[in-house]
């Protein structure tokens, strides 16, 4: 096996990790919302633009989930301090509280597919959580 596939049964295998959260929690709140929540409190206020781009959807779908996420109080939207035309989104209290009852809910849920792992099993998975952690954030940091 090379480390090109390597990396292709990694992506597989997180797409099937995250399959399987969605379908354990059951929960109706799109996979989007959540990515919009983490990666604003990962870079804090952001242009709906950026956003979008980051989350690798179209402008006029970031800006329609923006607006429901703004209606059901977990964002707010601001003037841009470096262009008084545009204006930036932030996460609520409320939205930072629902990410982090949604991170809960979700360890908590996959936890017994994983309740086999012996100690070596969870060091790697320690250490691959680390790894590309550490890497995804130079890629983005670059951006």
Partial sequence: MTR???????IIAANALTRMAALTL???TPSAQWRTLKLLRDHGPLRVGELAVLSRISQPGMTRLVGQMVEAGLLERAPDAADSRASVVS???AGDAALDTWLIRLQDALLPF?????????????????????KTAMTEAVR
């Fill in 114 to 134: 994983f309740s086999d792992l012996d100690d070596d099993d969870w060091e790697a998975v320690r250490r691959t959580a680390d790894l590309i952690s550490r």
């Fill in 4 to 10: 090109a596939e390597d990396i292709q049964r990694l």
């Fill in 26 to 28: 059951d929960n109706e």
């Fill in 91 to 93: 996460v609520t209290e």
